[in-house]
């Protein structure tokens, strides 16, 4: 976790401190009480978010990614809850830790769980990389230019099988 807090990027949430209480690990970060894209996206992907605010969120996105990688730091669970703002409107990107928090037997679960459209198919479990990484921040475009999800992940107990929605 150590080398996360020295991952410094205008676009990432930066980490107040971490630490453990009665065994339990923690992270404190600033609270942002302007929310994620999830929540924006909360009534369902119905219509593209406005053009420049899509390409703007997206732009801070790839820049902190690029920023990450270029110091070997995969986020490997992107996705619109990991997108927050500022009350200004500026993207930040959390979430990080999350997999290093886990245990590995807690982490392989999580994982085994994850359905979410926003993980490459052919991402192992525990097996994060850019290029998931790119793959989640093509995903999350897809869905701020559209309006709609690029796919659908029929079953969590399926990974790897993913169906066209029909726009």
């Known amino acids: ?21 009665k065994e339990i690990p923690y992270v404190i970060t600033e609270y ?4 994620s894209l999830y929540k924006r996206f909360q009534h369902g992907i119905k219509q593209p978010i406005h ?3 899509a390409i703007l969120t997206l732009a801070q996105v790839g820049q902190a990614l690029y920023s990450a990688h270029q110091r070997q730091v995969v986020h490997g669970s992107l996705r619109p809850q990991n997108v927050v703002f500022t009350t200004q409107n500026e993207t930040l990107v959390t979430g990080f830790y999350y997999h290093a928090l886990l245990l590995p037997n807690e982490a392989e679960e999580s994982a085994r769980q994850e ?8 991402q192992l479990p525990g097996q994060a990389s850019e290029k998931g990484d790119q793959y989640a921040l093509g995903c999350l475009g897809y869905a701020l230019f559209t309006g709609s999800q690029a796919f659908t992940v029929p079953s969590a107990s399926i990974p790897g099988t993913y169906y066209k929605t029909k726009s």
């Open 1 to 21: 976790l150590s080398v996360l807090q020295q991952v410094k990027h205008p676009h990432i949430l930066p980490i107040l401190a971490i630490g453990f209480h």
């Open 32 to 35: 942002l009480p302007s929310g």
């Open 51 to 53: 053009m420049k605010e």
């Open 115 to 122: 359905s979410s459209i926003y993980r490459a198919p052919e």
